[in-house]
């Protein structure tokens, strides 16, 4: 498959990059508002692959072009560009093309990390109603600490929550998470049921900022 | 130390006295707002315990007897009794008791069970405005499957996540929490950041719910 990772330039778009090259034999493509941008870390990523022993098949286009040669179509920018960077892709949109959502709303103070639900619901719901009807939307990818996910000597070890209206969309995202090694993905339900599993980004920050040598910290379900 | 499960006849109530009674020497006073029904679950337990070979020390009371003698108060009723059933008890609390709240407020549609967060906040920040000023409130086993807890020839192997604005307070729930064979005890914070962790319920009845083989799902961070 190809596997465009719009704003994949940013934290979680690298680690979701390094890991979908190293491990899968997707085709993968790094999006970003500026193709310069793309292509530059398409080739740090590449040469971090070379060094492993990998040969690596990830290139960067501007977000518009990589949108429009995927089957999936991951959108990791901050929550408050999910609604945009859709509308701007929408055009280039296979019919059958599943979007896939890691974003969540978060607010920090003194504190914590708290999460912070969109009008809409949940981040994944905000996605759904910008996507063409014809879409596809499923949140998945939400709760891995970015630098654990883009350093290949760590195990991951983790498990991934994925949530979305479409079963077949929800089946395609859940065997190219589990692709992944040492990452399991596990059914949550529909978007309905979305906010709780964006929440769990806060509290795994929260865990990491108040539990010594947990740092980059993550969650099983079992 | 002496522990008070207020509503201890129910499902919580219950798996807490079970797995406290068996690991832990602590004298554990079941509390209902029938003093009659507490003594008959607090028999129940016990023939349980003893069927195990442990001589239990459980013992059943009114609510305001049970929270009169304790150390640690854990208010184990549903979310909406939070306030009420610590304002009963209030008067019978010792300047340096600890109030424990497992309670998460959730709503049910067809799709999963949602947090339901209060307007205070939190089940916890409810707990900690009904509470008198002298009483540190901490939130605490929360995401434990009430069948996985009570069941003793179970392997617990979870975390439960611990919230409190007193560090003393956390620290002597933390200490007791970990006393039970296969919980481990992390610190989320303040009460601030309790909305977090009380919506974790939910999502792990969701879990439960879409995945086979799931029933009693628990968590662990790592």
């Known amino acids: 498959m190809r596997i465009a990772l719009l704003g994949g330039t940013g934290d979680i778009g690298q680690g979701l990059a390094l890991r979908l090259a190293y491990d ?22 590449e040469t971090e692959l070379d060094s492993r022993g990998v040969d690596p098949d990830v290139k960067g286009f501007e977000n518009g072009m990589a949108a429009d ?12 560009h999910v609604s945009d960077t859709i ?9 059958d093309a599943v979007l896939v959502t890691p974003a969540v709303g978060m607010k920090s103070d003194e504190d914590g990390m708290h999460y912070h639900r969109p009008g809409a619901g949940s981040v994944t719901a905000v ?26 000597d760590i195990d991951l070890d983790v498990d991934t929550l994925v949530v979305g209206d479409d079963d077949d969309a929800k089946e395609t ?6 692709q992944i090694d040492g990452l399991r993905a596990l059914d949550a339900g529909p978007i309905a049921n979305a906010a709780e599993v964006e929440s769990v980004t806060p509290l ?3 865990i ?6 947990m740092h980059d910290v993550g969650t099983t379900f079992h």
């Not at 509308?87 to 019919?95: H, Y």
């Not at 990491?208 to 040598?213: I, P």
Request: glycine letters at 4%; hydrophobic letters at 45%; zero cysteines.
């Open 24 to 45: 899968t034999a997707h085709e993968i493509l790094i999006g970003s508002r500026d193709p310069e941008k793309a292509r530059t870390k398409a080739e740090e990523y």
């Open 69 to 80: 040669r995927s089957d999936v179509v991951v959108v990791a920018v901050p929550p408050y």
């Open 87 to 95: 509308e701007d892709v929408a055009d280039r949109l296979d019919d």
């Open 127 to 152: 996605a759904a109603a910008a996507a063409p009807d014809s879409v596809s939307v499923v949140g998945a990818f939400h709760n891995l600490a970015a630098d654990r996910l883009a350093n290949l």
């Open 173 to 178: 995202v859940t065997m190219i998470a589990e």
């Open 204 to 206: 795994v920050i929260n």
């Open 208 to 213: 990491a900022r108040y539990n010594e040598g």
